[in-house]
């Protein structure tokens, strides 16, 4: 009895993480309501699950709801809307890394950089594994938390110190990123040397970075965020050589496994990069904004999204900025 009970909670659990993922998807930034209605219809299928279970457990908390509700506002621009279930579910034990990991950013987004330093600082100090052993998600939030505090102490001028944080979380990346090329997790690995990259470059070991960014492209060629991490990062410091190898990378890229999308920012920034290195426009990034801009039969339904196709049209001077 007690094992058919443990398998029935086990399955529970399972659709429960099956239901964050689908209310992940229904976040659509150009319309949030959608993923409003699955909140709210979660909620109430978490409340009966706990009425039949008898009691609370942390993976039906509705706080992983107002979790994921949280960052689609901030990725919809709305962060108005993401603070307050931020810091209704700030105290949930389970919880409180993540929820300090995305109002640390938020207010790092906003310049305020002391706000940012207090909750990530805190939260870095207070992360301590559950386990006997570090796990990789404990790692992995160690990391991430190290990352955004170097880069709030930086913002704040406290240059040394950001330098401090980030060694450190550059040995926790290393770490993942060996563990996860062991494991053979493709996705995860790109995500590791993105991020290991990032951080050599900021460490002052730009070519290792770069190569780093390079090598996470590799891991995974097919993964839209590797793209889109290596080069926006890459543009914002004005590498024009390692960007456009990327970008060269990205867009022989079929668009089954590299989006529309995604070509057409990366094209947006290459061809803004080079104007500004005082190159010739990238004649490859042009050509594709203006097929683009050209293209009268759409190949699948309309979508609000495809507000970026106009956005060719004026980054090609088809557009005036009024239009």
Same mark, same amino acid.
């Given at each position: ?41 979660? %909620? ?64 790092? %987004? ?11 600082? $805190? ?32 913002? $704040? ?6 330098? $401090? ?16 090329? %062991? ?36 891991? $995974? ?103």
């Amino acid at each position: 009895a007690r094992l058919a009970a443990e398998e029935r909670e086990a399955r529970k659990k399972e659709l429960v993480d099956l239901s964050i993922i689908r209310l992940k998807v229904r976040m659509d930034p150009e319309d949030v309501r959608p993923a409003e209605r699955e909140a709210e219809d979660l %909620r109430r299928r978490f409340t009966d699950v706990r009425r039949q279970l008898g009691g609370q457990t942390p993976w039906l908390s509705d706080g992983l709801i107002d979790l994921e509700l949280a960052r689609g506002y901030v990725d919809a621009g709305t962060p108005d809307k993401a603070m307050p279930l931020f810091e209704r579910i700030r105290g949930e034990g389970h919880l409180q890394a993540e929820v300090a990991l995305q109002l640390g950013t938020l207010h790092l %987004r906003r310049g305020q950089a002391r706000r940012a330093i207090e909750i990530l600082g $805190n939260a870095l100090e207070n992360h301590k594994p559950d386990a006997p052993h570090e796990t990789v998600g404990f790692v992995e939030m160690q990391a991430k938390l190290g990352r955004a505090l170097g880069a709030a102490l930086e913002l $704040n001028g406290s240059t040394e110190e950001a330098r $401090n944080v980030w060694v450190k979380a550059a040995h926790a990346w290393e770490r993942l990123m060996v563990e996860h090329v %062991r494991r053979k997790n493709v996705d995860d690995s790109a995500e590791a040397f993105i991020e290991v990259g990032r951080l050599y470059y900021q460490l002052g070991r730009r070519e290792e970075g770069i190569q780093k960014l390079l090598e996470a492209i590799e891991q $995974n060629e097919s993964r839209d965020p590797s793209y889109i991490d290596a080069l926006s990062f890459l543009v914002q410091r004005g590498e024009v050589d390692a960007a456009l190898d990327i970008f060269r990378r990205l867009i022989a890229r079929p668009s089954r496994t590299v989006s529309e999308y995604v070509k057409t920012y990366a094209s947006l920034w290459i061809l803004d990069l080079t104007r500004r290195a005082g190159r010739a426009p990238d004649a490859e990034a042009e050509a594709y904004l203006r097929a683009l801009d050209s293209r009268r039969i759409a190949l699948r339904p309309p979508r609000a999204a495809a507000w970026y196709v106009p956005l060719a049209g004026y980054a090609i001077g088809r557009r005036t900025y009024e239009q």
